[in-house]
């Protein structure tokens, strides 16, 4: 079985763009949730997404967004890019019957300048 | 505020000796908690969870001890070995629909294995 897939892996953008980035879950598995990682604040929870709605959010401002579509692909987006976003962005995916993932891609790295 | 906190940022272990990874957490109604390993430029990779009706789990080399009065638990690597060098997070979550997709990870432990 494939693992959790995110594209791109690199990304560099400037202050003031958007940015989308893709994530394809296992095989199966319905609920995608999206994590940002930097050495200041660690691993985050962003947003979870399952059947195409998002069921739980963390603190994040609203210039962070995702969706996903009805084959459990998902995608997030950040507008407005400030120098902060520049992180480690990690998709994971949960497989049924559980309520948190055990499963994550490699990553995206942001960078903004 | 920091609910689940590695207080080492370091640990260095000699090859066949054990790791003791900890992890404290501030919020009582956590009910699971899971451990993962991080190689660089990877995602973390599962290792090990625990629910918190348990005090032990063990899958091979790995245990997780929880303490819920101290809140507290612990991973123990034994033996270790060089390939079990990598940061180490724990990771907890909140009962029902409060936690979906969601995991609060601590700052993470660099575990360095020296052969």
């Known amino acids: 079985k494939a693992g959790v897939t995110q594209t791109p892996r690199y990304l560099i953008k400037t202050r003031g763009q958007q940015v989308t980035l893709s994530c394809s879950p296992i095989?199966?598995?319905?609920?995608v949730s999206w994590y940002q990682q930097t050495p200041g604040q660690g691993l985050q929870f962003l947003f979870e997404?399952?059947?195409?709605?998002?069921?739980n959010k963390g603190n994040f401002p609203g210039r962070f967004s995702g969706r996903q579509f009805s084959n459990s692909r998902s995608e997030m987006n950040v507008s407005t890019l400030e120098l902060g976003d520049s992180a480690l962005y990690l998709c994971a995916s949960t497989e049924p019957g559980r309520a948190v993932p055990l499963h994550f891609g490699n990553g995206t790295r942001l960078t903004v300048t | 505020d920091q609910q689940v906190k590695q207080n080492s940022p370091s640990l260095s272990v000699q090859e066949g000796r054990i790791s003791i990874l900890n992890c404290d957490y501030t919020n009582s109604m956590f009910d699971y908690f899971l451990w993962y390993k991080k190689y660089p430029a990877e995602g973390p990779t599962f290792l090990i969870s625990?629910?918190?009706?348990?005090d032990k789990n063990e899958d091979g080399r790995f245990t997780v001890f929880l303490n819920k009065s101290a809140k507290h638990l612990s991973l123990h690597i034994v033996p270790s070995q060089p390939g079990d060098s990598a940061v180490y997070f724990c990771?907890?979550?909140?009962?029902?629909?409060?936690?979906?997709?969601?995991?609060?990870f601590g700052q993470g432990t660099i575990l360095t294995v020296h052969p």
């Open positions: 990771a907890a979550s909140l009962p029902g629909g409060t936690s979906y997709g969601k995991l609060t």
């Open positions: 095989s199966g598995h319905r609920s």
């Open positions: 997404y399952f059947s195409e709605t998002q069921r």
């Open positions: 625990i629910s918190s009706i348990k």
